[in-house]
Protein backbone atom coordinates (compact mmCIF):
# COMPACT_ATOMS: atom_id res chain seq x y z
CA UNK A 1 0.00 0.00 0.00
CA UNK A 2 2.78 2.28 0.89
CA UNK A 3 4.41 1.63 -2.97
CA UNK A 4 1.00 2.17 -4.51
CA UNK A 5 0.47 6.14 -2.56
CA UNK A 6 4.49 6.69 -3.04
CA UNK A 7 3.79 6.14 -7.34
CA UNK A 8 0.68 8.03 -6.92
CA UNK A 9 2.37 10.91 -5.68
CA UNK A 10 5.09 10.67 -7.87
CA UNK A 11 2.68 10.47 -10.71
CA UNK A 12 1.01 13.62 -8.99
CA UNK A 13 4.03 15.59 -8.74
CA UNK A 14 4.85 15.00 -12.33
CA UNK A 15 1.61 16.30 -13.71
CA UNK A 16 1.83 19.76 -11.62
CA UNK A 17 5.14 20.28 -13.30
CA UNK A 18 5.51 22.50 -16.33
CA UNK A 19 5.42 20.67 -19.21
CA UNK A 20 8.81 22.43 -20.56
CA UNK A 21 9.94 19.53 -22.98
CA UNK A 22 8.30 18.08 -25.71
CA UNK A 23 8.48 18.30 -29.82
CA UNK A 24 7.11 20.28 -32.58
CA UNK A 25 5.76 18.40 -35.92
CA UNK A 26 4.35 19.00 -39.36
CA UNK A 27 2.16 17.83 -41.30
CA UNK A 28 1.67 18.76 -45.30
CA UNK A 29 -1.31 17.48 -47.05
CA UNK A 30 -0.73 15.57 -50.18
CA UNK A 31 -1.30 18.08 -52.56
CA UNK A 32 1.20 21.05 -51.07
CA UNK A 33 -1.33 23.49 -49.99
CA UNK A 34 -1.99 23.01 -46.28
CA UNK A 35 0.67 22.78 -43.66
CA UNK A 36 0.37 22.55 -40.08
CA UNK A 37 3.16 22.71 -37.27
CA UNK A 38 1.81 21.84 -33.88
CA UNK A 39 3.74 22.52 -30.47
CA UNK A 40 2.82 19.37 -28.10
CA UNK A 41 5.30 19.45 -24.33
CA UNK A 42 5.43 16.71 -21.76
CA UNK A 43 7.92 17.06 -18.12
CA UNK A 44 10.57 14.89 -19.35
CA UNK A 45 13.08 14.59 -22.64
CA UNK A 46 12.72 11.12 -22.43
CA UNK A 47 9.01 10.94 -22.99
CA UNK A 48 9.47 13.71 -25.12
CA UNK A 49 11.65 11.47 -27.55
CA UNK A 50 9.07 8.50 -27.25
CA UNK A 51 7.81 6.87 -30.68
CA UNK A 52 4.50 7.46 -29.59
CA UNK A 53 4.65 10.46 -28.12
CA UNK A 54 5.91 11.77 -31.48
CA UNK A 55 3.37 10.52 -33.01
CA UNK A 56 0.61 12.04 -31.16
CA UNK A 57 1.98 15.20 -32.19
CA UNK A 58 1.87 14.21 -35.59
CA UNK A 59 -1.99 12.58 -35.63
CA UNK A 60 -2.34 15.93 -33.98
CA UNK A 61 -1.27 18.16 -36.82
CA UNK A 62 -2.80 15.86 -39.28
CA UNK A 63 -6.10 16.55 -37.46
CA UNK A 64 -5.87 20.49 -37.39
CA UNK A 65 -5.15 20.45 -41.08
CA UNK A 66 -8.16 18.55 -41.68
CA UNK A 67 -9.80 21.00 -39.84
CA UNK A 68 -9.85 24.30 -41.01
CA UNK A 69 -12.40 26.11 -38.83
CA UNK A 70 -10.14 24.90 -35.98
CA UNK A 71 -8.45 28.64 -33.64
CA UNK A 72 -8.08 27.77 -30.83
CA UNK A 73 -6.31 24.84 -28.45
CA UNK A 74 -8.89 24.97 -25.32
CA UNK A 75 -11.68 27.12 -24.62
CA UNK A 76 -9.85 29.30 -22.03
CA UNK A 77 -7.81 30.66 -24.64
CA UNK A 78 -10.85 32.05 -26.39
CA UNK A 79 -11.05 35.97 -26.06
CA UNK A 80 -13.79 37.20 -24.28
CA UNK A 81 -14.86 39.59 -26.55
CA UNK A 82 -14.53 36.73 -29.33
CA UNK A 83 -16.99 34.70 -27.54
CA UNK A 84 -19.50 38.00 -26.39
CA UNK A 85 -19.88 38.27 -30.05
CA UNK A 86 -20.35 35.24 -31.16
CA UNK A 87 -22.75 34.69 -28.31
CA UNK A 88 -24.25 38.11 -29.57
CA UNK A 89 -24.92 36.52 -33.24
CA UNK A 90 -26.21 33.45 -31.99
CA UNK A 91 -29.17 35.50 -29.73
CA UNK A 92 -29.84 37.52 -33.00
CA UNK A 93 -30.36 34.01 -34.66
CA UNK A 94 -33.10 33.53 -32.08
CA UNK A 95 -34.62 36.79 -32.09
CA UNK A 96 -37.81 34.99 -33.41
CA UNK A 97 -38.06 32.06 -31.47
CA UNK A 98 -40.17 32.14 -28.22
CA UNK A 99 -38.55 34.46 -25.23
CA UNK A 100 -38.58 31.25 -23.04
CA UNK A 101 -35.76 29.53 -25.58
CA UNK A 102 -33.84 31.83 -26.81
CA UNK A 103 -30.92 31.65 -24.26
CA UNK A 104 -30.91 27.63 -24.53
CA UNK A 105 -30.52 28.11 -28.40
CA UNK A 106 -27.98 31.10 -28.30
CA UNK A 107 -25.96 28.77 -25.74
CA UNK A 108 -26.53 25.60 -27.87
CA UNK A 109 -25.36 26.91 -30.69
CA UNK A 110 -22.15 28.39 -28.89
CA UNK A 111 -21.17 24.89 -28.07
CA UNK A 112 -21.72 23.93 -31.25
CA UNK A 113 -19.03 26.94 -32.39
CA UNK A 114 -16.59 26.07 -29.86
CA UNK A 115 -16.58 22.32 -31.09
CA UNK A 116 -15.89 23.02 -34.42
CA UNK A 117 -12.86 25.85 -32.92
CA UNK A 118 -11.59 24.40 -30.25
CA UNK A 119 -9.31 21.69 -30.59
CA UNK A 120 -9.37 19.77 -27.58
CA UNK A 121 -13.16 19.74 -28.05
CA UNK A 122 -13.12 17.97 -31.18
CA UNK A 123 -13.34 14.10 -32.19
CA UNK A 124 -10.02 13.25 -34.46
CA UNK A 125 -10.65 13.69 -38.10
CA UNK A 126 -9.76 9.75 -38.09
CA UNK A 127 -12.48 8.55 -36.21
CA UNK A 128 -12.25 4.53 -37.52
CA UNK A 129 -8.68 4.77 -36.25
CA UNK A 130 -9.23 6.68 -32.99
CA UNK A 131 -12.71 5.64 -31.62
CA UNK A 132 -14.52 8.50 -32.03
CA UNK A 133 -12.21 10.06 -29.44
CA UNK A 134 -11.48 13.57 -29.14
CA UNK A 135 -8.46 15.24 -29.35
CA UNK A 136 -8.90 16.17 -25.27
CA UNK A 137 -9.16 12.37 -24.29
CA UNK A 138 -6.42 11.19 -26.61
CA UNK A 139 -4.52 13.97 -24.87
CA UNK A 140 -5.35 12.51 -21.54
CA UNK A 141 -5.07 8.60 -22.82
CA UNK A 142 -1.50 9.67 -23.49
CA UNK A 143 -0.58 11.89 -20.33
CA UNK A 144 -1.77 8.29 -18.06
CA UNK A 145 0.14 6.09 -20.07
CA UNK A 146 3.30 8.02 -19.88
CA UNK A 147 2.45 9.33 -16.60
CA UNK A 148 3.74 12.82 -17.60
CA UNK A 149 1.71 16.13 -17.92
CA UNK A 150 1.18 16.36 -22.16
CA UNK A 151 -0.26 19.86 -23.11
CA UNK A 152 -0.89 20.64 -26.68
CA UNK A 153 0.66 24.04 -26.71
CA UNK A 154 -0.21 25.49 -29.78
CA UNK A 155 -0.27 25.13 -33.54
CA UNK A 156 -0.19 27.17 -36.73
CA UNK A 157 -2.17 26.21 -40.05
CA UNK A 158 -1.06 27.17 -43.22
CA UNK A 159 -3.29 26.87 -46.60
CA UNK A 160 -2.27 28.94 -49.86
CA UNK A 161 -4.54 31.69 -50.36
CA UNK A 162 -5.86 31.91 -47.07
Given at each position: MERLTAQLASKLQKLGR?????????????NGKVGVLVEVDCNTD????NDEFIAFAKDIALHVA?????RYVS?????????????????????????????KIAE????????????L????????????KTIEQL??????????NVVVRRFTRFAVGE
Open positions: DASEGTVQSYIHAFVARGSPATEEEIPADAREAELRVFEGQAADKPENVRAGKLRKWMEETVLNQPHVNADKHDGRADLSAKTGE
